[in-house]
Structure formats: C-alpha cells, structure tokens
C-alpha cells in the first residue's frame, strides 16, 4: 500500500508535467488507481490527507458502536417483549 505522502508525491508530479503511465509504473499501480487517487485526494496537501484518513477512521469506529448497540438495544427489546 502507499503512504500518504507517495499519493500526494506522485499527483503533484504529474500536475509538474510527469505522465501518469510513467508513475502508475514506478508505483506499482494502475493508472485506474491513479486517476482514483486524483479525484478523491487532488489539491490536498499531506497534512489534509492525514487528517481525512483519521476521519475516516474515527467514522469507521463510530459506525461500528452504533452497530454493537443497536444488537444490544433489539436483544434488550426482545427480552422485554418475551417478559409480556
């Protein structure tokens, strides 16, 4: 996998001028990949990059909880139900 800093390397090199079958090449990557990469990551520096990875990892975390507790709030229905 490439780091951070590789990604935003590798996309403002080819707004220098590089071509993408060239660093698709030199990064072990499709250019499918690359062009990924440019939507979702182009005009970010690393330190924005960084903090969107953190974001989504803390979404990730979140979603994953609310998950866990809506398991635990239907067991905790069904109980109630079965005591009626």
Do not use: C
């Not at 250019?31 to 690393?46: H, L, P, Q, S, V």
């Amino acid at each position: 996998m490439t780091a951070e800093p590789q990604i935003i390397a590798a996309i403002n090199r080819q707004e220098a001028g590089a071509k993408i079958s060239n660093l698709s090449r030199e990064l072990g990557i499709s250019e499918a990949t690359f062009y990924n990469w440019k939507a979702k990551y182009g005009g970010m520096d690393a330190n924005q990059l960084k903090k969107l990875k953190e974001l989504e990892a803390e979404n990730n975390r979140m979603k994953r909880m609310y998950a866990d507790l809506r398991l635990v709030h239907e067991a905790l229905k069904d109980a109630v139900e079965k005591k009626l």
